[in-house]
């Protein structure tokens, strides 16, 4: 049973667009998720912009990874380490705590990810 960043069971982060390394609506983490895909945040303009300029573009769909492209207010698992990232730029979009893997603990505070709480 997979816990989230307080301790609890996770919770779904998206099923549209369907988010998660394994594409089940979760952020989820396993042995081939070396980007570790376990922040569910909610995008915003000035993150997918700063992801983009990172040379990470969010918005361009890619159907053949089954990536939609993601818009403004679209939830998404997020790498642990770009949401870091972008925190330590200005730029962290807010999360879903309930809905973010314990592994993010590995790599942002629980004290980070509270900062920027949407739930």
């Known amino acids: 049973m997979a816990?989230?960043?307080l301790g609890g069971e996770l919770e779904p982060c998206c099923y549209e667009p369907l988010t998660g390394f394994y594409r089940d609506g979760f952020c989820?983490?396993?042995t081939g998720d070396f980007g570790v895909h376990t922040v569910c945040a909610?995008?915003?303009a000035e993150f997918l912009e700063f992801s983009l300029a990172q040379g990470n573009d969010l918005t361009t769909p890619?159907?053949?990874y089954e990536f939609p492209?993601?818009?403004p207010g679209d939830r998404w698992c997020l790498c642990a380490s770009r949401w870091k990232e972008a925190y330590?730029?200005?730029k962290a979009p807010q999360v879903l705590?309930?809905?973010t893997h314990a592994s993010s603990l590995e790599f942002i505070s629980?004290?980070?990810l509270q900062s920027h709480a949407a739930d």
């Open 3 to 5: 816990r989230n960043v």
């Open 28 to 30: 989820h983490t396993g």
């Open 42 to 44: 909610v995008m915003t």
């Open 62 to 64: 890619r159907p053949q």
């Open 69 to 71: 492209g993601l818009n």
């Open 88 to 90: 330590d730029a200005g």
């Open 97 to 99: 705590l309930n809905s």
């Open 110 to 112: 629980l004290e980070e």
